[in-house]
């Protein structure tokens, strides 16, 4: 069973900029959450996609970013525009059920100069 | 505002070593509780759960839960270099996304 992929695996790009990272989940996974780590900080939730719906988008930062998930398979996560304090890590994650376990992919660097 | 404590570390032992990591939480409500190992540039593994008060076992892994203190721990025996990570605290809010709640990890080092 293929895990989580994220693309791309890193970004750098100007302030002002746009940047779209995507998320392929597990298949058959309905749940997908995207969490960013910024530098020296804990990851923190950004969303949650219950299949194409969103579930919980409380921890999105602002309206510079904006998430969805097409047909309740991939999700991308865009950035406009961005900002240097969006540099960071973001990690996309997967569940089958609400309370299973969340399988992580292996993030996106993003680096906003 | 719900949070999960860790020592950053590091926390260094030799090999063939028992390594404690520890984790506090504040929400006296959680049920669930999980440590996550990150290899440097690579995803978070979901290495051990725990939901009861007390001890689990998974090979050279324990995990020691005490709700009353909101403490859960992560040893490791035996401790090898290949063990060499960040171990992740995380903790579910218990509400209609079921999101991880993380602390800020703990760096292991494990000198041969």
């Known amino acids: 069973e293929a895990g989580v992929t994220q693309f791309p695996s890193h970004s750098v790009i100007e302030k002002g900029q746009t940047v779209t990272l995507r998320c392929d989940p597990i298949?058959?996974?309905?749940?997908l959450y995207w969490y960013r780590r910024v530098m020296g900080k804990e990851i923190k939730f950004l969303l949650h996609f219950v299949k194409e719906s969103k579930q919980d988008e409380s921890g999105m930062p602002n309206n510079r970013f904006l998430a969805e998930r097409t047909g309740g398979t991939y999700s991308t996560l865009k950035v406009q525009p961005a900002e240097l304090e969006d540099s960071g890590v973001y990690f996309c994650a997967s569940s089958r059920g609400l309370v299973e376990t969340q399988y992580f992919g292996p993030g996106t660097r993003l680096l906003v100069l | 505002q719900k949070e999960v404590e860790q020592n950053s570390g590091p926390l260094s032992v030799p090999e063939g070593a028992i390594a404690s990591l520890n984790c506090t939480y504040s929400?006296?409500?959680?049920?669930?509780f999980f440590w996550y190992r990150q290899y440097s540039g690579k995803s978070p593994e979901l290495i051990m759960s725990?939901?009861?008060?007390g001890d689990k076992e998974d090979g050279r892994f324990t995990a020691q839960l005490n709700k009353a203190s909101q403490y859960v721990s992560l040893l490791i025996r035996d401790s090898q270099p290949s063990d060499s990570a960040t171990y992740l605290c995380a903790v579910p809010w218990m509400d209609s996304s079921y999101k991880l709640i993380f602390g800020s990890g703990t760096r292991l080092l494990v000198r041969p």
């Open positions: 298949s058959g996974h309905d749940n």
């Open positions: 929400d006296r409500g959680s049920q669930s």
């Open positions: 725990i939901y009861s008060n």
